[in-house]
């Protein structure tokens, strides 16, 4: 999945005396475990245990500590590492064996139920799947107590939208102090062929976990465990001296890392999946010390796509402006750089719950031997009826949404989390319009349906716009939003909300509606839309509805190659071909002053559009989608 040179070329590689032109100051990105569903099936392990964190030796972190990881590898104690990625298709279904195997709680917690309690229970939350929240799916109400576990299988829906989503720890009273911890994972839900224009379908991709980890946080809240945290309060640990800023330290990680690297080549799209995970704060990410002149559009939010996609980011001639993201919000950028040189992504501090730091990661952008990537067209995505446009209805059922206060004191509506007294109720196969107040302080999410904006202002740069999807919303700045809108599709069940800033839920944030004069399976009778074609792009180049190059000739079938690179590195490529053909591994020649490197090339019989986009190929620092 990760623009990266494959493992399975580094014998030949090694053989061959490859150079590695890895910049020696940043470690490459860590390439997370991908488990997929087989023949519409997915089953998986996920273990619940102790580790020991020791980022000591590297003087932007200079910290160590105990917490909870999803099947983690203890000889990487230097990655806080998320999980696996668990990778399916719409109609599929996905078994998850839960083992927690944490230690015992140490007394029996009889106080407040929005507190931090119960360190070693949890649950897993499987955030903005379209799915119930009834066992033995997504019920974030369940817990799974130490030393026991539980199988949560999911029935996804035959018509689900492909996209980014995540998991993550759930259960109240201990979801901070795991999901800060690191008990988070990304899960992509795979497009139909017939979903997406083709040509997105193969750019090679990574996932980036972005998230917040603030040290001396997770240590208070450890602290105040009213039945204790053996973890958080080991002696085994190393925690900064004082807060972020002050002492200079990075809380920001990527895939657990501290300030990785990734190398892409010049002129190629990829599609980049972004998910932040943080406590309580927000993000706003920039690309900053651009000398590789990278550009990125706006693909999806909450694992959605905008209309018309990609959007353009920014405000000036070129797309490279801020991306948004509050806690638990997912966005996909298409990416593309034009120059040799590097580019970092950095968080910058607008408002006063933006985290900031001056490099998460670092692209090293390589001269690419292949031609460079032509334009690509911009699409009205597919919509399943349960995402068909409501945000301009009225036939709709009005209610009002209040976040107020304060951690220990936050409410939803005036009430505080009680575990059995809903927030308000809602009728399955109703629209719902939502007034939310208070999103500026407490970011808005919703389980089970995703939600359309209405009214929206102050966005300047059109990163919110009518119509957008979401499953969190955290207003940045001057935006607002006058309407949160959405259909209540299918299930009958208890549809949870709460603040995502995790502290304020575990504190009390929290409530939930529940579904009264329902009948399961019912539905709006709206219907959702095939994905078009705009005819425009994401330059001058014009396109038919097909998505065909309007500026092209008829489409060709382009067959499995062997051919010369005239750049100047020595290229070896692995062809995997057409399945009439054997897969062959070439050494091209170059000129005489280039080092050598590899290439592996997936040539698969492919559509292409001359003056659009070639088939995809996996170079150095490229790996093909799974």
Not at 80 to 86: A, I
Not at 100 to 122: M, Q, V
Not at 185 to 206: F, K
Request: hydrophobic content about 35%.
């Amino acid at each position: 999945m990760y623009w990266k040179l494959p493992s399975l070329l580094v014998a030949v590689a090694s053989a061959l005396q490859v150079t590695d032109a890895q910049s020696t100051s940043h470690e490459p990105l860590h390439e997370l475990d991908y488990v997929s569903s087989v023949d519409g099936n997915l089953s998986t392990t996920l273990v619940v245990d102790n580790f020991f964190y020791d980022n000591t030796a590297n003087t932007n972190v200079g910290t160590a500590f105990w917490t909870r990881l999803y099947n983690a590898d203890a000889a990487l104690s230097n990655i806080l590492q998320p999980g696996p990625v668990l990778k399916f298709k719409a109609g599929d279904t996905v078994e998850v064996v839960f083992v927690n195997n944490l230690g015992p709680e140490h007394t029996t917690h009889t106080g407040s139920i929005n507190s931090y309690h119960y360190a070693n229970k949890t649950n897993l939350h499987t955030h903005g799947l379209h799915v119930t929240a009834e066992d033995p799916q997504d019920n974030v109400l369940k817990t799974v107590d130490p030393q026991t576990s539980h199988t949560y299988r999911y029935s996804i829906p035959q018509d689900h939208a492909g996209g980014t989503f995540w998991y993550h720890a759930h259960h109240h009273g201990s979801t901070s102090i795991q999901v800060g911890g690191g008990l988070v994972g990304a899960i992509i839900v795979e497009d139909d062929p017939n979903d997406i224009p083709s040509a997105y379908q193969n750019l090679p991709e990574m996932v980036l976990i972005i998230s917040h980890n603030p040290m001396n946080e997770l240590k208070s809240i450890g602290e105040a465990f009213v039945t204790g945290d053996d973890l958080t309060t080991s002696p085994d640990n190393t925690f900064p001296p004082t807060g972020f800023g002050s002492s200079g330290i990075d809380e920001i990680f990527v895939n657990g890392q501290n300030r990785p690297q990734q190398q892409i080549e010049t002129g190629k799209w990829g599609r980049v999946r972004m998910i932040f995970s943080s406590l309580s704060t927000s993000l706003r990410l920039e690309m900053s010390n651009n000398e590789a002149h990278c550009e990125w559009y706006l693909l999806a939010k909450d694992g959605i796509y905008v209309d018309e996609a990609p959007r353009h980011l920014g405000v000036g001639e070129y797309s490279n402006g801020t991306v948004y993201m509050g806690p638990g919000n997912r966005v996909d950028v298409v990416i593309r750089c034009h120059s040799v040189g590097t580019m970092t992504l950095a968080a910058v501090d607008v408002d006063n719950t933006d985290v900031s730091q001056d490099e998460i990661m670092e692209f090293d952008v390589m001269a690419s031997a292949d031609t460079p990537d032509g334009e690509l067209p911009r699409f009205h995505p597919y919509r399943p009826d349960y995402l068909a446009d409501v945000y301009t209805s009225t036939s709709v059922v009005s209610q009002v949404v209040d976040f107020k206060g304060s951690p220990g004191s936050c409410t939803i509506n005036n009430m505080a989390w009680d575990g059995s007294t809903p927030t308000g109720y809602i009728e399955t196969g109703s629209i719902q319009e939502w007034e939310v107040k208070g999103n500026a302080r407490h970011p808005f999410h919703l389980h089970v349906n995703s939600y359309q904006l209405g009214s929206v202002t102050g966005s300047d740069d059109g990163f919110y716009q009518d119509g957008d999807w979401h499953d969190v919303v955290m207003t940045p700045g001057t935006v607002d939003i006058g309407k949160y809108v959405f259909a209540v599709d299918t299930y009958v069940t208890k549809s949870v909300l709460h603040c995502h800033f995790l502290t304020h839920e575990d504190l009390g944030c929290m409530g939930y509606f529940e579904h009264t004069n329902s009948v399961a399976g019912v539905t709006t009778g709206l219907t959702g839309n095939d994905m078009t074609c705009t005819g425009e792009s994401t330059g001058t180049t014009t396109f038919t509805t097909g998505c065909v190059s309007g500026d092209a000739a008829a489409p060709t079938i382009m067959p499995t190659l062997v051919h010369m690179d005239t750049m100047s590195p020595t290229v070896v490529h692995l062809d995997t071909p057409s399945p009439m053909s054997p897969t062959n591994m070439h050494l091209d020649t170059p000129s005489p002053m280039s080092p050598t490197i590899m290439h592996m090339d997936t040539m698969q019989p492919t559509t292409v559009n001359p003056g659009s986009m070639n088939p995809t190929m996996a170079n150095p620092g490229s790996m093909n989608p799974t």
